[in-house]
């Protein structure tokens, strides 16, 4: 099993690119293409058909997988960009910031 530091619902910023330095939220994590999908990040536009009257179609806009090595975790304690380490803290494993030392909550 493949692990990975950044989960779904961390706040991300990405480094490099069209977006760089903006921030989003992570909605999805594909492990095995390690890409993450960020909210309002790499947005892409799709031409969509009607799909009844509940989806008029048109040309829609939707966020596009980015690669996790694009993107750098955001503390929510010490509001840093920086890297997780993990820890062993009352028997348990936790992330924890490298910058601050604060426990990240999963």
Known sequence: MIK??????????VITGDDKGRQGKVMNVDI????????GIN???????????ASPGG???KPAFIDIS???FVCP???KSSTIRRELRGGKKVRVCKS???EIES
């Open 70 to 72: 694009n993107v750098v």
């Open 4 to 13: 990975m530091a950044i989960r779904k619902g961390d706040l991300v910023e």
């Open 32 to 39: 095995k293409k390690r890409r993450v999908l960020v909210e």
């Open 43 to 53: 947005m892409i536009k799709r031409h969509q058909r009607p799909q009844g009257a």
């Open 59 to 61: 040309i829609i806009e």
């Open 77 to 79: 304690k010490c509001s």
């Open 100 to 102: 601050c030392g604060g």
